[in-house]
């Protein structure tokens, strides 16, 4: 990673801090939308089954992260939702490509891995 992509990515963990809870929109079918707001997870229900979470990378590198929520796949998360919808995930999000970002979602905040 460059000194320049460094301090990219610094400003834009620091803008995740200041920008609000994420808030879970249920949506019905079996694919994410190509586009949804920025501080939006949108969860994906198929008959009735919750399967797909999908939200935009927190740190602002555009990508969209698509987390699987059934059982039956190697690797998937767990969702809780509380009350006023902010979701809270199991175990945290690590990107193996691109901007490579770190994080838990807990009560619809991002905290960042070191």
């Known amino acids: 990673m460059s000194m320049l992509d460094s301090i990219l990515n610094v400003f834009r963990r620091a803008a995740s801090y200041v920008s609000?809870?994420?808030?879970?929109?249920?949506?019905?079918?079996?694919?994410l939308p190509r586009r949804f707001r920025r501080r939006h997870a949108v969860l994906m229900v198929d008959h009735g089954e919750k399967w797909s979470l999908g939200l935009n990378c927190p740190c602002g590198c555009g990508e969209v992260i698509e987390l699987l929520l059934v059982k039956e796949v190697d690797q998937n998360w767990s969702?809780?939702?509380?009350?006023?919808?902010?979701?809270?995930?199991?175990?945290?999000i690590w990107k193996s490509t691109g901007c490579r970002s770190h994080f838990w979602v807990t009560n619809g905040q991002i905290k960042w891995c070191s």
Not at 20 to 31: A, E, F, R, T, W
């Open 20 to 31: 609000g809870d994420l808030k879970v929109i249920p949506m019905q079918g079996d694919q």
């Open 79 to 92: 969702l809780n939702i509380d009350q006023i919808g902010r979701p809270t995930l199991k175990p945290s």
